[in-house]
C-alpha cells in the first residue's frame, strides 16, 4: 500500500491494501461534510452568543447637514446615567488596531507568541494603545479566517500538507467522525528508512483543542541522536487506537519492516498493540518512566532523602543488572532489606518485575 502524498488519498482507510484514490478536491469535500469537532455541537447549529452594551442612557444628539455641505449638531438631552469613561479602552472602536500593528500581530503569532505576550510587546512601542487582550484574540481569528478563505481547518491543513511534500494518511469511524491523522515530514521518512533499529514511542497529553492524544515515534541514528519520525493524532488510547498508527508506520518504512527494539512507557494499549503490529520486535520499557513512577508511587514511604537514595541504588542494581543470577541476587538483597516496607516492594513485584 502507498500512503499518499498531495496527490490522492486512500478512501478505504480500515483495508491496508486497497487501492482506490479520491483527488484531493473529492477528499475535501468529504472531510468537510464529515467532519465534527470533537466534544462541539454541530457546525450547523452554533449560533453566536450575542449580547448588547446599551444602559437605557438618555443622552442624544441630532446633526443634520445643510444644503451647503456643511453639518450642524443639535443638543436633545446632554443628561447621563452613568459616570465618564476613565479609560478609553473600553469602547470597542477606540481598541482597534492600525494596519502596521494588525501586520506585528500577525508577525509574531507566526512565531508562536502567545497574545498577551503580543500585546506587551505592543505596549513597549505604543504606550498609548488602547488594545486589550480579546483586540488581539478578535485580530487573530480574523487573520485566520482570511487564510482559511472559506475551507476548513482539516482542509487547510491537509492543502499545507500536500504543498509541503508531507505524508499523511487519515482515518474516520462509522459516523464519519476524523478520529486518526498521521503525519510524517519527507526528511523523516528518509532518516526512518535509514535507521531502522531503535524506535521510541510515546504520548503527549491531551492539549490540543480537540483533546486528542499525540502519538510520537522517535527514531535513533547510528551516531545516538534521536529523530522524529512520524506524529498522530489518536481519538482515544485503546489496543485498535494504537494499531492503525503502528500500521501506517511500518507500511512508510517497508510493508516488511520491523525494527528490532521499540522502547516505550507501561502503556498497556500501547504494549499489547506493539506485539499484534510487530511481533517479532524486542519491547522495553522506557527506565526514565520507571523512575518517574517509582519516586510518585514509593518516595513517600521514606522519611529520609538518604533512605530514599540507598533504595534506588539497590533498585537500580536490580534494573541494569546484565545477567539472571546478578538479577536475582540484587533482587534477595532488595527484598530482604526493605522487607518491612511490603507496599513498596508488592507495587515493585506486580508493577515492573513481570516485564523484566
Known amino acids: 500500500m502507498d500512503i499518499h ?20 478536491e473529492e477528499l475535501f469535500e468529504d472531510v468537510r461534510s464529515c467532519f465534527v469537532s470533537k466534544g462541539r455541537n454541530p457546525l450547523e447549529s452554533r449560533k453566536r452568543e450575542t449580547s448588547t452594551r446599551l444602559i437605557n442612557c438618555h443622552f442624544k444628539i441630532q ?25 478609553m479602552s473600553g469602547h470597542p472602536s477606540c481598541r482597534r488596531l492600525t494596519k502596521s500593528e494588525t501586520s506585528e500581530v500577525e508577525r509574531l503569532s507566526i512565531f508562536g507568541i502567545q497574545p498577551r505576550n503580543i500585546l506587551s510587546s505592543l505596549r513597549l512601542k505604543i504606550p498609548n494603545i488602547q488594545a486589550v487582550s480579546r483586540t488581539l484574540y478578535n485580530v487573530k481569528t480574523k487573520i485566520c479566517n482570511e487564510k482559511l478563505d472559506g ?111 521499540i522502547v516505550s512507557d507501561r502503556e498497556g494499549a500501547l504494549m499489547k498493540a506493539i506485539s499484534i503490529v510487530f511481533p517479532q520486535t524486542t519491547h522495553l520499557l522506557c527506565i526514565w518512566h520507571i523512575q518517574k513512577n517509582n519516586v510518585a508511587k514509593c518516595k513517600k514511604q521514606f522519611a529520609e532523602d538518604e533512605d530514599w537514595d540507598m533504595f534506588m541504588s539497590t533498585w537500580n542494581a536490580v534494573m541494569y543488572a546484565k545477567t539472571k543470577n546478578s538479577y536475582d541476587e540484587s533482587w534477595v538483597l532488595l527484598e530482604l532489606l526493605y522487607k518491612e516496607k511490603k507496599c513498596v516492594i508488592s507495587y515493585l513485584k506486580e508493577t515492573w518485575l513481570p516485564y523484566k
Open 63 to 87: 446633526g443634520k447637514r445643510k444644503s451647503d455641505g456643511l453639518w450642524t449638531l443639535d443638543l436633545i438631552n446632554i443628561s447621563h446615567n452613568h459616570d465618564a469613561s476613565e479609560n
Open 5 to 24: 502524498s498531495s496527490s490522492a488519498i486512500e478512501v478505504n482507510v480500515n483495508d491496508l491494501h486497497g487501492k482506490r484514490f479520491r483527488t484531493r
Open 151 to 261: 475551507r476548513s481547518m482539516i482542509q487547510a491543513l491537509f492543502e499545507e500538507l500536500g504543498r509541503s511534500k508531507f505524508l499523511y494518511n487519515y482515518k474516520r469511524d462509522e459516523k464519519g467522525c476524523l478520529t486518526h491523522v498521521f503525519v510524517a515530514h519527507p526528511k523523516s521518512v528518509r532518516l526512518s528508512k535509514i535507521y531502522r533499529k531503535v524506535y521510541v514511542l510515546d504520548c503527549t497529553y491531551k492539549t490540543s483543542m480537540y483533546k486528542m492524544p499525540l502519538l510520537d515515534v522517535i527514531g535513533v541514528s547510528s551516531s545516538n541522536k534521536s529523530f522524529y519520525s512520524c506524529f498522530v493524532f489518536l481519538k482515544k488510547e485503546k489496543v485498535e487506537d494504537y494499531v492503525w498508527p503502528l500500521q501506517m508506520f511500518r507500511e512508510m518504512v517497508n510493508s516488511s519492516f520491523e525494527p528490532m527494539v
